[in-house]
């Protein structure tokens, strides 16, 4: 895991060191991730694939089918990340691989949709004829602005259109009791709201403010996961303490 570097006043500065890596097996990667410490999660995989039952993650579930098999896996670094931290590499490496075909069993804290989500993406960025992720980001913050302007963007792409439109749909629908989360619609609202955060840091101040603001305004009307929630709201906060 990233380990956050911070200064007196409690902000993050950036980060310790650390390494992108893959899990691959017969020479095909199988899952990216991140560490400081390669050794330690290694053995961290080692130990996990073989206790499946108390496990469930998609890649322990993969590596202990091999295992059971007696088929060999490794683990390789894919390159090195400083004090910018391991995120933008490792969103890379994996829209890398799932662009040119090859099948992960990676999961965004535990959310099995995001995995759907990033395939959709996938393939949205085959259909551009765009390998790099942080190219395809840049596309959709353009498209993003000239939505909210209500202008015409130059790279509208119906597509995209429809999986912004769908996700956000998805996001603003109401819990099926007024008193009660539900626990599906939660995990798609918070997969989005970290999309959306992810995706709103390289945009100009004011307007990564009003995003911010309405999807807090989106989370006091329906509901948010606590942890979602304070993460939002301490963005504002830091957002419009730098706006002052």
Known sequence: MAIKIYNQAGEVTGYEPGIIYELVYAGQPFYV????????RLAEHQAAGRNPEANPETKYQFIAALNSQGLEWTMREVSAYGSEGPEESEDERIM??????VTLTNERKGNANWMTERQ?????????????????????????VHARSGTASPQA??????????????????TRTPKTVDLEEQSRRDAIAEETLYLSERMPLAEQIEI????????????????????TQERLAFLQSQDK
């Open 157 to 174: 792409h119906p597509e995209v259109d429809r999986v912004i439109d769908e996700a956000w749909n998805r996001s603003l629908q109401p």
């Open 96 to 101: 890398e691989l799932l662009v040119s075909g």
């Open 212 to 231: 911010m603001q309405g999807l807090v305004l989106t989370f006091d009307q329906y509901g948010a996961s606590d942890q979602v929630r304070q993460m």
């Open 33 to 40: 991730g991140e560490t400081t410490d390669p050794a330690r």
């Open 120 to 144: 959709t993406i996938a393939q949205d960025m085959r259909d551009r004829g765009i390998t790099s992720y942080r190219k395809y980001q840049q596309v959709i913050e353009r498209e993003l």
